[in-house]
């Protein structure tokens, strides 16, 4: 049995683990398609659009209620302005990302961010909450032509962090990304959603976690059961 390498990297989602943004992306997403004159009733008949590229989940409603007027890009963009609107307007950053983050630096790791949302979104986003100084390289799979489930944007962030796939763990919120993440061969920590916490489906990450902020208050006792935590599993 080969021993696991040693974690030199660890590589965040952004939407849904960094920032609540996960409802503002629905909303954003409904707005703009109501707006078409798209019935957004029948959301519940497309498949799991969580942690998917915007205009892929543009490319479903469309498959499903073709609308006439702009076209599929131009309401992609509309949608990540919308969002982008209600993020500015909300500042949702999620409790713990903070300490979490911290955490990795003072353990010297490379500390990356892998998002199926735009470059410059991820950019604004960090800037806003303070955070961009804390990251070694963004990658986005904006451009690519596969997003999450596909592996590619870990491996591009990776790539940049000068490190092995190998020896990165990635923390992620949703069972797109958490695929995307172990088919790179990374070690995965997952926070999902509360109302998710039960899905059979995150056993494949090393580690869970139902919230960045660790079993108890303060946050160098946070740091301590994040950092004890990851250090026992994620060897496995």
């Not at 965040?12 to 629905?26: A, K, R, T, V, Y």
């Not at 088919?183 to 997952?190: L, Q, S, T």
Request: with cysteine.
């Amino acid at each position: 049995m080969s021993t696991p390498r040693q974690i030199l990297a660890a590589i965040f989602d952004m939407d849904g683990l960094l920032i609540d943004s996960e409802p503002l992306w629905d909303r954003a997403e409904l707005d703009v398609m109501a707006s078409l004159g798209v019935d957004i009733t029948r959301r519940h008949e497309l498949p799991d659009t969580l942690g998917l590229r915007i205009d892929m989940v543009v490319d479903l409603w469309f498959a499903q209620q073709p609308w006439s007027g702009p076209d599929r890009q131009e309401v992609t963009n509309r949608v990540i302005a919308r969002a982008i609107t209600l993020i500015e307007e909300t500042r949702p950053l999620l409790p713990g990302v903070r300490e979490a983050v911290a955490l990795c630096k003072a353990q010297g790791l490379f500390v990356g961010l892998a998002s199926a949302s735009p470059l410059h979104m991820l950019e604004k986003v960090l800037t806003m909450f303070e955070l961009r100084d804390s990251f070694d390289a963004l990658a986005s799979a904006e451009k690519l032509p596969y997003s999450k489930p596909h592996p590619q944007v870990y491996l591009d962030c990776a790539a940049k962090l000068g490190v092995d796939p190998l020896t990165c763990v990635a923390l992620e919120d949703s069972v797109n990304g958490l695929i995307a993440a172990k088919a790179a061969r990374m070690r995965a920590i997952v926070v999902p959603a509360e109302e998710n916490q039960r899905d059979p489906r995150f056993a494949l990450a090393n580690v869970k976690l139902s919230s960045l902020r660790g079993a108890d208050g303060g946050a160098s006792a946070r740091l301590r059961y994040f950092r004890d935590k990851a250090n026992r599993r994620l060897a496995a």
